[in-house]
Nanobody, 128 residues
Framework: QVQPVESGGGSVQAGGSLRLSCATS????????FAWFRQAPGKEREGVAI????????SYADSVKGRATISQDKPRKTVYLQLNALKPEDTAVYYC?????????????????????WGQGTQVTVSS
């Protein structure tokens, strides 16, 4: 099965920024949705943001709204998650997920069970 591939994680101080990348070369640039999730130790996986290749407006978790931007470079087949004003509570493994837009997205886009393709994750650590 085709999987997205994340990169760009690292360690930053609170207030800093990171841009995570998700290579989606095995996926069509139409008819899909791509989402970022994160999972901190001892916590459930949390939906962070979703992008629709149809061009519909993205959605964000309340915890990152105003600090995160999800975008896509279609020629490069890459989805990005720009994270600004990072906080220690943003520390987690960040995962890129994908699926056909008929199954993911909508009001329950944040549910991890709506996505069939997952990357291996990239660690983001924010120190205070």
């Amino acid at each position: 099965q085709v999987q997205p591939v994340e990169s760009g994680g690292g360690s930053v101080q609170a207030g800093g920024s990171l841009r995570l990348s998700c290579a989606t070369s095995g996926f069509s640039v139409i008819g899909n949705c791509f989402a970022w999730f994160r999972q901190a130790p001892g916590k459930e996986r949390e939906g962070v943001a979703i992008l629709y290749t149809s061009g519909a407006s993205p959605s964000y978790a309340d915890s990152v709204k105003g600090r995160a931007t999800i975008s896509q470079d279609k020629p490069r087949k890459t989805v990005y998650l720009q994270l600004n004003a990072l906080k220690p509570e943003d520390t987690a493994v960040y995962y890129c997920a994908a699926d056909d837009a008929r199954y993911c997205g909508g009001l329950s886009w944040y549910r991890s069970d709506k996505y069939s393709a997952w990357g291996q994750g990239t660690q983001v650590t924010v120190s205070s």
